[in-house]
C-alpha cells in the first residue's frame, strides 16, 4: 500500500491536508516510520486512523464517492468467492486447481476491501455483508452455487465489469495520485478477468473458444461470453473507433474482431449500478 500516493492524492483535492497532521516534513518522516513498524494486515486500519486525524470523521467528497463505490463492487466479489470457498454445502470445484485460483482470487478481493476500508476510515460505507445480496440476481443464475459451470459465468461478469468499472471512474482521478492506487487494482481486476476467461473456456460448455480478453461476439455483438443476461456488462466492446479514427482498414488484415481486441472501453458509474444491483437484495441496492 502507497500511503504517501494517497495522501498526495487527498492533497490535490485539499491543500492543507498535511497541515492538518503535522508540518509536511515531519508528516512525511511520521508515515514513512509507521510503514517500518506496522504489519501489512494493519496498514489499512493504521492509514485510516490518519484520515480521522486529519479531517476529523470526513474526507473530501469527490475522493469519498469514488472510493466507496469501488469498495462496494469489492464487498460483492468478495463474498461471492468466499461464499463459494467457505459456506456449507460447499461448491464442487473439478480439480484442486481451480479451487485455488478462486481462492487466490477471494485473497485479492479482501486485500482490495481492506485497503479501500483503510484509505476512507470513518468515511467508509456500510458493509456489504454476503446477507444482503443475491448470487443468483433474482433466479436468472438459481444454481449459481451448485453448478461449477454457472459459478464461472457469473465470476465472468463480476470481473469484466469490474475491470471496465474502474476504468471509468480513472477519469474522476486524473490528476490526482489516488489514479496510481485505483490503476494498480484494475491491473490486478484485469488478470482475474483473463484468468476467469480461460477456466471458462476449459469448463464451459460451448465456450471453448473465448478468449482471455474481451473478444468481438457472434454476429458482431459486444457480448462474447454467449451469456445473454449479462449484455449490460459488455455494452460498447464491439466499437472499432478509437479518438476518432476508425482503426478496421487502417493496415491489412485488420479485422473488425482485432480492433474491438485491440482496446477496452469504459463503463460509467450509471451503467455499472443497474448491473450490481442484479446481485443485492430489495433494500440494500447501491
Given at each position: 500500500?502507497?500511503?504517501?500516493?494517497?495522501?498526495?492524492?487527498?492533497?490535490?483535492?485539499?491543500?492543507?491536508?498535511?497541515?492538518r497532521?503535522?508540518p509536511?516534513?515531519?508528516?512525511?518522516?511520521?508515515f514513512?516510520?509507521?510503514?517500518?513498524?506496522?504489519?501489512?494486515?494493519?496498514?489499512?486500519?493504521?492509514l485510516?486512523?490518519?484520515?480521522?486525524?486529519?479531517?476529523?470523521?470526513?474526507?473530501?467528497?469527490a475522493?469519498?464517492?469514488?472510493?466507496?463505490?469501488?469498495?462496494?463492487l469489492?464487498?460483492?466479489?468478495?463474498?461471492?468467492?468466499?461464499?463459494?470457498?467457505?459456506?456449507?454445502?460447499?461448491?464442487?470445484?473439478?480439480?484442486?486447481?481451480?479451487?485455488?485460483?478462486?481462492?487466490?482470487?477471494?485473497?485479492?478481493?479482501?486485500?482490495?476491501?481492506?485497503?479501500?476500508?483503510?484509505?476512507?476510515?470513518?468515511?467508509?460505507?456500510?458493509?456489504?455483508?454476503?446477507?444482503?445480496?443475491?448470487?443468483t440476481?433474482?433466479?436468472?443464475?438459481?444454481?449459481?452455487?451448485?453448478?461449477?459451470?454457472?459459478?464461472?459465468?457469473?465470476?465472468?461478469?463480476?470481473?469484466?465489469?469490474?475491470?471496465?468499472?474502474?476504468?471509468?471512474?480513472?477519469?474522476k482521478?486524473?490528476?490526482?495520485?489516488?489514479?496510481?492506487?485505483?490503476?494498480?487494482?484494475?491491473?490486478?481486476?484485469a488478470?482475474?478477468?483473463?484468468?476467469?476467461?480461460?477456466?471458462?473456456?476449459?469448463?464451459?460448455?460451448?465456450?471453448?473458444?473465448?478468449?482471455?480478453w474481451i473478444?468481438?461476439?457472434?454476429g458482431?455483438?459486444?457480448?462474447?461470453?454467449?451469456?445473454?443476461?449479462?449484455?449490460?456488462?459488455?455494452?460498447?466492446?464491439?466499437?472499432?473507433?478509437?479518438?476518432?479514427?476508425?482503426?478496421?482498414?487502417?493496415?491489412?488484415?485488420?479485422?473488425?474482431?482485432?480492433?474491438?481486441?485491440?482496446?477496452?472501453?469504459?463503463?460509467?458509474?450509471?451503467?455499472?449500478?443497474?448491473?450490481?444491483?442484479?446481485?443485492?437484495?430489495?433494500?440494500?441496492?447501491?
Open positions: 500500500m502507497n500511503i504517501v500516493n494517497i495522501l498526495d492524492e487527498i492533497e490535490k483535492v485539499d491543500g492543507e491536508v498535511y497541515e497532521l503535522n509536511r516534513r515531519a508528516a512525511m518522516k511520521d514513512f516510520n509507521m510503514g517500518k513498524k506496522i504489519s501489512l494486515a494493519a496498514m489499512p486500519l493504521a485510516g486512523s490518519v484520515f480521522q486525524k486529519a479531517y476529523g470523521q470526513t474526507l473530501p467528497t475522493v469519498t464517492e469514488v472510493l466507496n463505490f469501488a469498495l462496494s469489492e464487498y460483492l466479489e468478495y463474498h461471492y468467492y468466499n461464499h463459494a470457498l467457505e459456506a456449507a454445502p460447499l461448491l464442487i470445484f473439478p480439480t484442486t486447481a481451480s479451487r485455488a485460483a478462486i481462492t487466490t482470487i477471494r485473497n485479492h478481493e479482501k486485500a482490495h476491501v481492506d485497503l479501500l476500508k483503510g484509505a476512507l476510515g470513518a468515511s467508509a460505507r456500510a458493509e456489504i455483508t454476503y446477507a444482503m445480496t443475491d448470487f440476481a433474482g433466479g436468472v443464475f438459481g444454481n449459481v452455487y451448485e453448478n461449477y459451470q454457472t459459478f464461472l459465468k457469473v465470476a465472468l461478469a463480476f470481473e469484466d465489469t469490474g475491470v471496465r468499472a474502474y476504468k471509468g471512474q480513472a477519469t482521478l486524473k490528476g490526482l495520485d489516488v489514479l496510481t492506487t485505483a490503476l494498480q487494482i484494475h491491473s490486478v481486476e488478470r482475474h478477468a483473463a484468468h476467469i476467461r480461460q477456466m471458462v473456456a476449459a469448463s464451459v460448455t460451448g465456450a471453448s473458444a473465448l478468449k482471455p473478444s468481438l461476439g457472434t458482431g455483438v459486444s457480448n462474447d461470453t454467449g451469456i445473454s443476461q449479462v449484455d449490460a456488462v459488455y455494452v460498447r466492446e464491439n466499437t472499432d473507433v478509437q479518438a476518432n479514427v476508425t482503426i478496421t482498414g487502417i493496415a491489412t488484415g485488420v479485422s473488425k474482431a482485432v480492433a474491438v481486441e485491440s482496446f477496452d472501453e469504459a463503463l460509467t458509474k450509471d451503467e455499472v449500478v443497474p448491473i450490481a444491483n442484479q446481485f443485492l437484495r430489495t433494500g440494500f441496492k447501491l
